[in-house]
């Protein structure tokens, strides 16, 4: 009797999914959580430490400078060494920094320490992303993925409550806030200990012996993965950069940075800028718009499921330039206008998020998808660290109004990129990524209204 063979792209959503995704879905919480702390922990070291805009800036972009660096270097050495040593190595970093948080004597100190964080989750971006599109079947790859957005969120929001529930503690709280974050880095770097490597790059590597041993154990017998053409040269990074792959590097790298400079300038300094637009009736405005990035991050997950991402990501740019433009001018004195304008681009820049985590790892073939991911990680946190350290600069000099002008023309190139270079990847096994640009039916330019 012959056994029936299954593709893993197409082995049904089994426990060992899910622990994939619940080991990778908490490094966002947690990465969520450490960046949303640092916007409450700067209202209190900005009197204690007489931090000027140059340090606020610094601080506040810190970890994200370090995800530059990680998501780069780690995408780029999980490619060679696989992605399961990454997948620990990194949490030992985030761990053992964020815990040293709390004997930060200096804002350089903290600043260093917070770098060493980002190394690690960038280095994390990079293999997470990537181990759970190279286990996930394809029906719930897109879900599974576009959720990377919702548990960060979560993680964001928690640090929010968290860090208002810590104020209390005195002179000393922000060194607790901060440092609250290793008890949930601690728990993940436990939990992954046993994980096992990608059986795609242990096949990409030769080792197929042990991918379908892999597959036996987690799976069952009787599910394969496809078979690869005939090994060539190992492409490097500068594979990213050819003839085949550079549309795709520039479109993952440019969107993705296009949806995160905004999101982090802006969310990262919220307090402030409500001060200063003086819509902050207490914390009311700001709670509410951190409930809707948990309600926009859910409704993400439906319209990654309903509508085309190439649609979905399209309209959506429109939809936040149009909010950013409102706010700009719309007169003052109607707040409550100004409050929905600001609401509605939460949400629709919360849902849209889910997308920097479908993308980068759909579209790039196995040998390079974690270096892809890595890179367009490592553009998006230099981008958002740019523009998270020049906010405070910008609002300074510029004013509130030409710099939400300035993040409303980022969104509307993001939009225009968007639509010159998007894929349509939603049906894509990860197997066919290294024919998107080939294939008439991805081609955006085919199908322009996707």
């Known amino acids: 009797m012959t056994t029936t063979r299954i593709q893993l792209d197409d082995v049904p959503l089994n426990r060992f999914h899910l622990k994939i995704a619940g080991l990778t879905f908490g490094a966002h919480f947690t990465d969520g959580y450490i960046l ?22 610094m601080l506040g972009s810190s970890a994200l400078i370090g995800l530059f660096l990680g998501s780069l270097f780690f995408g780029w050495v999980s490619d060679y060494l696989g992605r399961q040593k990454i997948f620990l190595v990194s949490f030992i970093l985030i761990t053992a920094a964020t815990a040293g948080q709390f004997f930060a004597e200096s804002a350089w100190q903290l600043f260093l320490l917070r770098v060493v964080i980002g190394i690690g989750l960038g280095g994390d971006y990079s293999v997470g992303h990537t181990l759970l599109a190279e286990f996930a079947p394809r029906k719930q790859r897109g879900v599974l993925l576009g959720s990377f957005s919702v548990v960060w969120t979560l993680g964001y929001v928690a640090a929010t409550f968290v860090g208002i529930a810590m104020l209390q ?14 008890i ?53 990074y500068a594979a990213l950069f050819s003839r085949e792959y550079r549309q795709r590097t520039a479109f993952n790298c440019l969107f993705f940075v296009c949806i995160v400079m905004p999101y982090f300038a802006i969310y990262t300094f919220l307090p ?36 085309s991402r190439r649609g979905f990501l399209i309209n959506s740019f429109l939809i936040l330039a149009a909010c950013l433009c409102l706010l700009v001018i719309l007169p003052g004195q109607f707040p409550w206008l100004l409050i929905a304008a600001f609401a509605v681009f939460t949400l629709v820049l919360s849902a849209v998020s889910n997308l920097v985590g479908v993308f980068p790892a759909e579209t790039f073939p196995t040998e ?49 990129i968007s639509y010159s270079w998007a894929p349509e990847t939603k049906a894509l096994a990860l197997t066919e990524a290294s024919s998107v640009d080939h294939d008439e039916r991805l081609h955006p330019k085919n199908n322009p209204a996707t």
């Open 169 to 182: 503690l005195g002179a000393d709280a922000w060194r607790w806030m901060l440092a609250s974050a290793a």
């Open 36 to 57: 949303g702390l640092i916007g409450i922990t700067l209202t209190l070291l900005t009197p204690h430490w007489q931090l000027d805009a140059f340090w606020q800036g």
């Open 368 to 416: 390079l998808r974690a270096s892809g991911v890595g890179l367009a990680t490592a553009v998006s946190r230099l981008g958002s660290a740019i523009s998270t350290f020049l906010l405070p600069v910008s609002v300074a000099s510029l004013g509130m109004n030409s710099t939400m002008a300035i993040l409303a023309a980022i969104l509307l190139l993001g939009a225009w």
């Open 272 to 307: 402030a800028i409500l001060q200063k637009m003086h819509l902050r009736e207490g914390t009311a405005t700001e709670m509410l718009l951190n409930a809707l990035l948990i309600i926009g991050a859910l409704l993400g997950i439906w319209c990654t499921i309903k509508f």
């Open 184 to 236: 949930p880095a601690a728990i993940i770097l436990v939990a992954r200990l046993g994980t096992p490597e990608s059986p795609r790059w242990l096949q990409q590597q030769g080792r197929q012996q042990e991918a379908n041993a892999i597959l036996a154990r987690h799976f069952g017998p009787n599910v394969v993965l496809d078979e690869l053409a005939p090994k060539g040269p190992k492409p490097g």
